[in-house]
């Protein structure tokens, strides 16, 4: 039988029905209110004249919404080349992520080598670190790259290679790889199969969900990011899409740059909310195991 904080028979009377119920309203009311207030702000305040966006107190509706605003934010922001660019460094921290952070992950769970787990609490130890903190020695290293001398300013290899070393993908993939049975891989062996033939004839078949999330969190973290790309993407053709719109800002009227903004936020509301059950499942399909 399911504990609750409060109990069947007391949901069941007339006072904490009506009391559970009233609760649950406000809460569920409250957090949309948070959550997709921000978003309905900027969708009507995109459709808004500049005067109309800019004045005191605000309207909750535009008076005359003006759909052009986000023909002008397209055409006057270049959105077409900040979209492309953003989703070429997008797929690129996809891929680098998906190829070593579960050659990482497989490592550590299956083939298990010497000091694994002092690895493992190594690479967790650095989320405990502000990802300010490391802006300044990660600017250094792309200036003058080690070894090679070379520069990798407006390279996306500036955006790509500090993405590859993500100890939480690692930590989800791991967790993940460590709730396939053990049986399988002694199948695997006996059969003659390498590590390698393995990896990728059983185990990334097995691990699409998580796969999924950190492909996702991977393309979010691109999308989002805005002090890395602004330092090391400083030309205007290679700027992201968040750049982009903050170099425009200063000379754009403010309703044109509120619809860039509900433009650029919408390739990853729709990942969302089309992929968001992928999400939940490939958290969650590794936390038991067996």
């Given at each position: ?5 409060i ?9 904490g029905?009506?009391?559970?119920w009233?609760l649950?309203?406000?809460v569920v009311?409250g957090?949309?209110l ?7 702000w900027?969708?009507t305040g ?20 003006q ?16 979209l492309?660019n953003?989703?070429?460094?997008a797929?690129?921290a996809v891929?680098?992520q998906?190829?070593?952070d579960?050659a ?6 299956k083939?298990r ?9 190594a ?10 903190v490391?802006i300044?020695?990660?600017y250094?290293?792309v200036?003058?790259?080690?070894v090679l001398?070379i ?31 053990e049986?399988i891989?002694?199948a695997?062996f ?8 393995t ?22 973290a ?6 890395w ?6 030309h205007?053709e ?8 903050y170099?425009?800002?200063?000379g ?31 958290l969650?399909a590794g936390?038991l195991?067996?």
């Amino acid at each position: 039988m399911t504990r609750t904080l409060i109990s069947h028979a007391q949901l069941r009377r007339g006072r904490g029905r009506v009391i559970y119920w009233t609760l649950l309203t406000v809460v569920v009311v409250g957090f949309t209110l948070v959550f997709l207030g921000p978003l309905y702000w900027m969708v009507t305040g995109a459709l808004k004249s500049g005067q109309e966006i800019a004045q005191t107190p605000p309207t909750l509706f535009p008076q005359d919404p003006q759909p052009q605003n986000y023909v002008d934010a397209w055409t006057q922001l270049d959105l077409a080349k900040l979209l492309f660019n953003t989703f070429y460094y997008a797929a690129g921290a996809v891929l680098f992520q998906l190829v070593f952070d579960t050659a990482a992950a497989y490592a550590l769970s299956k083939l298990r080598p010497a000091f694994g787990n002092v690895i493992l609490g190594a690479m967790l130890a650095t989320l405990m670190i502000p990802a300010m903190v490391l802006i300044v020695p990660q600017y250094q290293t792309v200036i003058d790259l080690p070894v090679l001398d070379i520069s990798l300013i407006d390279s996306p290899f500036a955006i790509w290679l500090p993405m590859v070393a993500n100890a939480f993908n690692i930590f989800l993939l791991k967790r993940f790889f460590d709730s396939i049975p053990e049986e399988i891989m002694a199948a695997a062996f006996v059969d003659g199969a390498t590590p390698l033939r393995t990896l990728w004839s059983i185990i990334l078949p097995m691990s699409r969900p998580i796969l999924g999330v950190v492909s996702i969190f991977a393309v979010t973290a691109v999308w989002k990011d805005f002090l890395w790309p602004l330092l090391v993407m400083p030309h205007p053709e290679t700027r992201t899409i968040s750049v982009g719109i903050y170099a425009f800002a200063a000379g754009t009227p403010q309703n044109v740059v509120v619809a860039a903004s509900v433009i650029a936020a919408l390739p990853t509301v729709v990942i969302f909310l089309i992929f968001q059950r992928n999400i939940m499942s490939g958290l969650t399909a590794g936390s038991l195991k067996g």
